[in-house]
């Protein structure tokens, strides 16, 4: 791997906790306990390669159908980590922000992620970027319903609305749009995640599950990243005078 060509935005849905925890026959609240390891692993490894954004999906949408005591170890194990990462954040120049419906979340868990985006908002470093409650056609609606407001309220017009107008309406206003999505675990699927953001991100889905990746899987896709000829919808010739 070399330092040209790095993504400016990395994506990552991570998979696997739970099935990393049945194949050692633990309870699958270990294997989100593992799965935070990793996630520490991948934060320090986008740090010493300058990576300007990642995205992690944390918790969807959909992921309340769960078992109420595994949402609430989830939600106490998320509060401790961003409780214990702080000062490693602010040490690393890290600046953190969450995304999606964080309305929703427990009052406990609002605070603690309020709390830990004004600690570190004065980083200029790598941007951590949690995906909490979020859902793409969520984020889309949301963004749907803003824009309505507005030229209900006639303060845009209808012809104003274009691709460029409405991504600053999405949860991801500011950020560059992913070029490098991971998936681990091995499924073929995106999940709801970042739908309007990945139209031509790169896409590298490792076997492994997530509590098993660490800084080599994550150099190994970037790498893949880079050997990749992006077109954008042109052809090769066209791609290559661009």
């Known amino acids: 791997m070399t330092q040209d060509n790095l993504p400016k935005h990395i994506a990552i849905i991570m998979d696997g906790n739970g099935r990393w925890a049945k194949n050692r026959r633990l309870p699958r609240t270990m294997g989100h306990r593992a799965g935070i390891k990793s996630v520490r692993r991948v934060v320090e490894a986008c740090v010493a390669m300058k990576i300007p954004v990642l995205t992690l999906y944390a918790f969807s949408v959909e992921n309340w159908k769960r078992p109420k005591r595994e949402i609430g170890?989830?939600?106490?194990?998320?509060?401790?980590?961003?409780?214990?990462?702080?000062?490693?954040?602010?040490?690393?120049?890290?600046?953190?922000?969450?995304?999606?419906?964080?309305?929703e979340l427990p009052d406990f868990v609002q605070k603690r992620l309020s709390k830990t985006i004004q600690a570190t908002a004065k980083n200029t470093g790598l941007v951590l970027n949690l995906a909490l409650n979020y859902g793409g056609r969520s984020e889309i609606?949301?963004?749907?319903?803003?824009?309505?407001?507005?030229?209900?309220?006639?303060k845009m017009?209808?012809?104003?609305?274009?691709?460029?107008?409405?991504?600053?309406?999405?949860?991801?206003?500011?950020?560059?749009?992913?070029?490098?999505?991971i998936r681990t675990s091995g499924e073929m699927r995106i999940s709801n995640f970042l739908l309007w953001q990945i139209s031509y991100s790169e896409i590298v889905v490792t076997k492994k599950f997530w509590p098993d990746f660490d800084k080599s899987d994550l150099e190994k896709a970037v790498q893949e990243f880079q050997n990749r000829e992006r077109r954008f919808g042109a052809t090769e010739a066209a791609s290559r005078k661009n």
């Open 73 to 103: 170890i989830l939600m106490r194990l998320l509060s401790e980590f961003l409780e214990k990462e702080i000062d490693e954040m602010n040490e690393h120049n890290i600046r953190f922000t969450a995304i999606g419906r964080l309305e």
């Open 141 to 154: 609606v949301d963004a749907t319903k803003k824009i309505a407001e507005k030229v209900k309220e006639a």
């Open 157 to 181: 017009p209808v012809e104003a609305i274009d691709e460029e107008s409405f991504s600053k309406f999405l949860y991801t206003d500011g950020m560059p749009d992913p070029d490098l999505l």
